[in-house]
């Protein structure tokens, strides 16, 4: 048993917090308050590798691993909550699903310029009718001679706008009532397809969250991604490795507002001493350490069994429900630690406390998280 | 034209440092990472680099074994080759015997240009690039905000009390830079997965020509005594009063101590 991290994966950490102080971190409260999708930023990060860190470099990636991708989020998150969503939703949502089941010619057409972060990508599965519950994909796709058309919607897309390649899911009934659901891949242009209203959140404000609009959109034949109506089954594997992502955006928001308290704590005067010296304020402080060191060691070891080739589904759930409880609990008494001024936007917390929250909710609300590892200890299909 | 960029791993500026028994820094109890100062000189060389004028820019350190995680780090951010020198012999080797051993890696290597950060973040000598240059009897060009190489000649931009001076030499030479040369880029992880590739040559004293006799009759200098910097005295609040009264405190202190 070794708990140390690799000198390569220290290394990797360093590198992207260094980036990440230096770069994000100062304008983070900015960006926010612009409301505009970081573009330059991203650039950057794509000429560092911070675009594809879990996919080989023969297919653009960085070629590093799922722990050092969860290190790459975390440290990002740390300093922006919206850089980590897009990051995170751009490679395990965006890229992986073609990476698992895409052709060569589609891994080498859009998994390319994706993971070497020419081009961002998207991940739509949502739907007004289809939250928690994918069954109620209402999108349709028909075949049309040698194409596709596809009609339908998409809510809550991060990314929509500024991807340039979409993966999105669609019934492809034929003549049969199956209600089988397909992966498709969609290019930004193709006519027919448009990007309708942009979500205003309580968070991630540079993040993009939009509607996708499907109107007789035909797309190529070959844009199918894997096999005709095994699209909900890719797209939830996909998910188990997108929970890493966000547990790893999690532990950085918490790991953010845990440095920020701390240090707030030990600065802050009342009753002629620092704040710190108070048993009710030190031990949230205490509190806060213990449940961001067993999220991170969750997290890790979700990526570490990932990496191993070992089936990782239930930790991925177990990661991703710990950490983003303990990132709501700790951004929360992070503001509480500030007490009025971190109600106010000048100690960021409130911030990390706003961001923190979508992690309880995007990919698998933390109800259905404890259905997934309910159901996979017990070993029961419903719920 | 080829640059090799002198770096040191030093502690990470903010550990706390241990010393062991012999006064020696003990180099496993902090962090370690290139010396800051010399990240400038890794980026002056990787600019002219990027601009052409260079085509080869490799990096060399004195050191124990894991002084390779520095030079690894280095060509993440840029160049092609690293070689690090080390040997038993080498352990606490002072300003003068590193000179001796980078001067003679350096006649191995060749460069153009041997370039070097200003000082070192952890012994501050700024000695090497002077010691060496004096032992490669090479012209020295220290302190330039700017690196410049054409026709033949290296020149610096050096800030002084009432301007610059640009300062001029023949190739080859050896010279340090300053913070002055603009912010160090950052090491990318494309750049981490390329430096895995990239060649680190190991060469112990033998291989660079001397023996642990030379180095002993070339250490100058010796740690005698090592200790933490003094506590300061305990900070005086001056609290809860109104800012008048706060300011009449404060210029009472002040005028006590004859500071104002
Ligand atoms: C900022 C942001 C970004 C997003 N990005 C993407 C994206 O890129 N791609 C994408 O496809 N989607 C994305 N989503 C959508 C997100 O994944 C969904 O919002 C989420 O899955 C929940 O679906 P819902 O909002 O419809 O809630 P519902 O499914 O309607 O859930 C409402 C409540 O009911 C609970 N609930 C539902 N079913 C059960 C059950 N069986 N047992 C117990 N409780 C249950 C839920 O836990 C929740 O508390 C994003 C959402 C947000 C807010």
């Known amino acids: 048993m070794d708990f140390a991290l690799s000198p390569q994966h220290e290394e990797i950490r360093r590198t992207v917090r260094d980036f990440a102080e230096r770069r994000i971190r100062p304008v983070a409260d900015e960006l926010e308050r612009r409301g505009e999708f970081p573009m330059e930023i991203i650039r950057e990060a794509a000429d560092l590798g911070l675009l594809g860190v879990p996919y080989p470099e023969e297919i653009g990636g960085t070629g590093l691993d799922a722990l050092a991708y969860a290190i790459t989020v975390e440290e990002l998150s740390r300093a922006s909550g919206s850089i980590g969503i897009i990051v995170s939703a751009h490679t395990s949502l965006g890229c992986n699903p073609i990476w698992l089941a895409g052709t060569d010619a589609q891994k080498e057409k859009y998994l390319r310029p994706m993971a070497s972060g020419a081009v961002i990508g998207a991940y739509g599965l949502t739907e007004p009718g289809a939250g928690s519950d994918s069954r109620g994909t209402r999108t349709r796709a028909h075949r049309d001679g040698d194409a596709w058309v596809l009609n339908g919607g998409k809510r809550f897309i991060t990314n929509a706008g500024v991807a340039g390649t979409y993966v999105v899911t669609a019934v492809t009934d034929r003549e049969e009532q199956t209600g089988k659901i397909s992966a498709f891949i969609v290019e930004a242009d193709t006519p027919g397809f448009s990007i309708g209203r942009m979500e205003e959140k309580m968070g991630l404000h540079a993040s993009n969250t939009g509607e996708l609009i499907f109107t007789d959109c035909r797309i190529p034949a070959e844009n199918l991604l894997g096999e005709e109506g095994e699209g909900d089954k890719l797209f939830l594997r996909t998910l188990d490795g997108g929970r890493i992502g966000i547990a790893a955006m999690a532990l950085g928001l918490a790991q953010a507002a845990y440095e920020a308290a701390s240090a707030y704590a030990k600065e802050r005067r009342q009753f002629g001493k620092a704040i710190a010296e108070f048993q009710g304020v030190a031990f949230m402080i205490a509190d806060m350490a213990v449940g961001i060191e067993a999220a991170r060691l969750l997290t890790y070891r979700a990526a570490w069994l990932k990496d191993q080739g070992r089936s990782y589904t239930t930790e991925a759930a177990m990661a991703k429900l710990y950490a983003s409880e303990v990132a709501r609990d700790v951004t929360n008494d992070a503001v509480q630690v500030h007490g009025g001024y971190g109600y106010v936007t000048e100690y960021h917390v409130e911030r990390y406390l706003r961001d923190a929250k979508l992690t309880e909710i995007g990919e698998g609300t933390s109800q259905i998280q404890r259905m997934v590892i309910a159901r996979n200890l017990l070993g029961v299909r419903a719920m | ?260």
């Not at chain 2, 041997?114 to 032992?135: H, K």
């Not at chain 2, 005086?236 to 005028?255: C, F, H, P, Y």
Request: some cysteine; hydrophobic content about 45%.
């Open chain 2, 1 to 260: 034209m080829k640059i090799v960029v002198c770096i040191k791993q030093v502690p990470a500026t903010t550990a706390e440092k241990r010393y062991t028994d012999d006064l020696r820094l003990d180099r496993a109890s902090a962090e370690a990472i290139i010396n800051p100062l010399d990240e400038y000189a890794i980026e002056q060389a990787l600019r002219l680099l990027d601009a052409g004028t260079v085509d080869e820019v490799g990096y060399l350190s004195m050191g124990p074994e894991q002084a390779g995680e520095a030079l690894r780090r280095a060509l993440a951010m840029g160049g092609e080759s690293a070689t690090l020198v080390t040997d038993p012999a080498l352990a606490g080797a002072d300003e003068w015997a590193t000179a001796a051993v980078l001067a003679a890696a350096l006649d191995k290597l060749a460069p153009d240009v041997a370039l070097m950060g200003m000082a070192s973040d952890d012994a501050r000598g700024s000695l090497v690039p002077g010691a060496v240059a004096a032992r490669r009897n090479l012209p020295l060009l220290s302190y330039g905000a700017e690196l410049a190489l054409a026709d033949g000649q290296a020149r610096i931009r050096r800030l002084s009390p009432t301007g610059f001076d640009w300062i001029a030499a023949p190739l080859p030479v050896v010279a340090s830079v300053t913070d002055q040369v603009g912010e160090p880029r950052y090491a990318s992880l494309k750049g981490i997965m390329a430096a895995k590739r990239k060649p680190l040559d190991t060469w112990s004293l033998a291989d660079v020509g001397l023996s642990a006799e030379d180095l002993r009759s070339g250490a100058l200098t010796r740690v005698t005594d090592a200790r933490p910097p003094e506590a300061k005295p305990p900070t005086e609040r001056i609290e809860n009063v109104s800012a008048d009264e706060a300011a009449a405190k404060i210029a009472d202190w002040l005028a006590a101590r004859k500071l104002v």
